[in-house]
C-alpha cells in the first residue's frame, strides 16, 4: 500500500447489515457514536448500513415483494374525484 494516501482517522470498524444483523470487520474513516466488541476481544467503532451483499436481492437470489396494487388504489383513492 502507498505511505500517506489514508487519512488519519482510517481505522477497523465493525460494519452491520441492520436488515439481517450481519456484521463483519472492514476498515473506514466514517464517523460512529457506538461501539462493539468483536469476536478477537476488542472494542470497535459500529457503522450500520442498510443494505450489504448479505441482504441485497442481486447476491442473494432472493427478491421481496413490493405491494404496488395497494400503491396505486390509494393513488386513486386520493386523487379521483
Not at 482517522?9 to 441492520?18: H, L, N, T
Not at 448500513?49 to 421481496?64: A, D, L, Q, R, Y
Request: glycine share 4%.
Amino acid at each position: 500500500m502507498k505511505k500517506d494516501i489514508h487519512p488519519e482517522s482510517y481505522r477497523q470498524v465493525v460494519f452491520k447489515d441492520i436488515s439481517n444483523d450481519t456484521s463483519w470487520l472492514g476498515k473506514s474513516c466514517a464517523n460512529s457514536r457506538e461501539n462493539v466488541k468483536w469476536e478477537d476481544g476488542n472494542e470497535y467503532p459500529v457503522i450500520k448500513v442498510e443494505i450489504s451483499n448479505t441482504s441485497h436481492p442481486f447476491f442473494t437470489g432472493k427478491t421481496k415483494f413490493v405491494d404496488t396494487a395497494g400503491r396505486i388504489e390509494k393513488y386513486q383513492k386520493k386523487y379521483n374525484k
